[in-house]
C-alpha cells in the first residue's frame, strides 16, 4: 500500500495486474512475470501510457495476453449493459463533488423549494429526503446541490413555504373584490 500513495494517478486498468512501477524510476514499469522493466512511454506522467506493457504482454506472454484481453472485453461489456456503475442499485456510495453549491445559492434555493413543494403537495412524507432513490436523482441532477436535513425540512423550509403560500393567497383575496366560497370534504 506504501507504493500505491506515491502516485497521484489510480492504475486502473487491469494490466497492472501484470506489472508494477518500478521504485527505483516511476517512469518504468517492471513485468511481474519475467522482471523485465519497461518504459511507460516517457518521462512525464502525461505521457505514460499502457501501450508498451500491452505490447510487452502480447510478445512474451502470449496466455496472459489472452487473459488480459478477456478482462477488458468484460469490462466493455458491463459498461455497454450498464450492469457496472450506471445501475443505482449497485452504488452505495454516491459521487460528491468537491465544489458544493451554499443553500443561499439561487439554484439551491429553486431546488429546496421545488422539494418542499413536492412534499405538500403530493402528500409526501418529509422522510422522502432521506430516501436513497430519491438522494441519487438529486445527486445525478445536481451533484454539487447540498441537501437540508429532514428536521430543517420539517421546522422551518415546509412551515416558511405554508407561510409565504397563505400570505399570497391573503393578498390575492383581499385584492380582488369578489366573493369567494370555499367547499370542503370533511
Ligand atoms: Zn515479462
New binding site residues.
Given amino acids: 500500500m506504501k507504493k500505491a500513495k506515491k502516485f497521484s494517478r489510480k492504475l486502473t486498468s487491469p494490466i497492472w495486474e501484470y506489472f508494477a512501477i518500478s521504485e527505483e524510476d516511476e517512469s518504468k514499469a517492471k ?1 511481474k ?2 522482471t ?1 522493466e519497461i518504459s511507460r512511454g516517457g518521462d512525464k506522467v502525461a505521457n505514460f501510457t499502457t501501450t508498451n506493457l500491452k505490447k ?2 502480447e510478445d ?2 502470449k496466455e496472459k495476453f489472452a487473459e488480459f484481453e478477456k478482462k477488458i472485453e468484460k469490462i466493455d461489456e458491463e459498461k455497454k449493459s450498464g450492469s457496472n456503475v450506471d445501475n443505482p442499485l449497485l452504488i452505495t456510495d454516491f459521487y460528491h463533488s468537491e465544489k458544493t453549491i451554499d443553500f443561499s445559492h439561487p439554484m439551491a434555493k429553486k431546488i429546496t423549494t421545488a422539494i418542499a413543494f413536492m412534499i405538500s403537495a403530493d402528500c409526501q412524507p418529509i422522510s422522502i429526503v432521506e430516501n436513497d432513490g430519491f438522494r441519487y436523482l438529486l445527486n445525478l441532477l445536481e451533484p454539487r446541490y447540498v441537501l437540508p436535513t429532514r428536521q430543517t425540512f420539517s421546522e422551518k423550509i415546509i412551515p416558511s413555504l405554508y407561510s409565504n403560500i397563505k400570505n399570497h393567497l391573503k393578498k390575492t383575496i383581499k385584492e380582488s373584490n369578489a366573493y369567494c366560497s370555499f367547499t370542503t370534504d370533511i
Fill in positions: 513485468c512475470l519475467c523485465t510487452h504482454l512474451r506472454h
